[in-house]
């Protein structure tokens, strides 16, 4: 029987705030008055793929169990899933959904052609997310993790981001 190894979902630590305006949620580095303010201090940001037909749905990776036998976990199977997964559609997925849910699903129901989702925790061992993540507000030399600014659009102000998104004002 194979040795299953610890899940371990990539992830990133923001220093600043998590706004909300109306149903969006944006990352900054200092709270403003034109938003709500739901977190501050240190985030865990985690990164899903959403699944085929069900894009409300989406999963963190937590362990990636594939068909021969191997399990990667960590930056090995975030780089696997998104690179060479369409070789093995039938490799398992193991992790904790957008809602908190855990769960395992099939790589053949992913939508890996989806951007990928960005979720905000409280802290590393949280499994439920704060909020998606629509937006980083921050200048171009803040010193930001590189794969937050891969995976989120990134503005220098809040009225720049507010001027190119809509976004629901409930």
Same mark, same amino acid.
């Given at each position: ?25 944006? $990352?900054? =580095? #200092?709270?403003?008055?034109? %938003? ?7 985030? !865990?940001?985690?990164? *899903? ?60 129901? $992913?939508? =890996? #052609?989806?951007?990928?989702? %960005? ?7 949280? !499994?439920?997310?704060? *909020? ?39």
């Amino acid at each position: 029987m194979p040795n299953i190894p610890e899940r371990e979902p990539i992830g990133d630590t923001f220093d600043g705030v998590l706004l909300r305006l109306g149903s969006a949620h944006v $990352l900054a =580095l #200092a709270p403003s008055p034109a %938003a709500e303010t739901v977190a501050s201090g240190t985030l !865990t940001l985690r990164y *899903a793929i959403r699944y085929l037909g069900k894009p409300h749905l989406s999963i963190v990776p937590g362990l990636l169990a594939l068909d021969y036998g191997d399990m990667l976990t960590g930056e090995e199977a975030w780089t696997f899933l998104l690179r060479r997964s369409n070789l093995h559609p039938r490799a398992d997925v193991v992790g904790y959904r957008n809602d908190g849910h855990d769960d395992m699903i099939a790589v053949k129901w $992913l939508d =890996l #052609a989806q951007p990928v989702e %960005a979720l905000a925790y409280t802290d590393a061992s949280a !499994t439920q997310p704060i *909020a998606s993540i629509e937006a980083l507000i921050a200048p171009a030399d803040a010193t930001i993790a590189p794969r937050i600014r891969q995976y989120l659009p990134c503005f220098p102000s809040l009225e720049d981001w507010q001027a190119n998104h809509s976004y629901d004002e409930r």
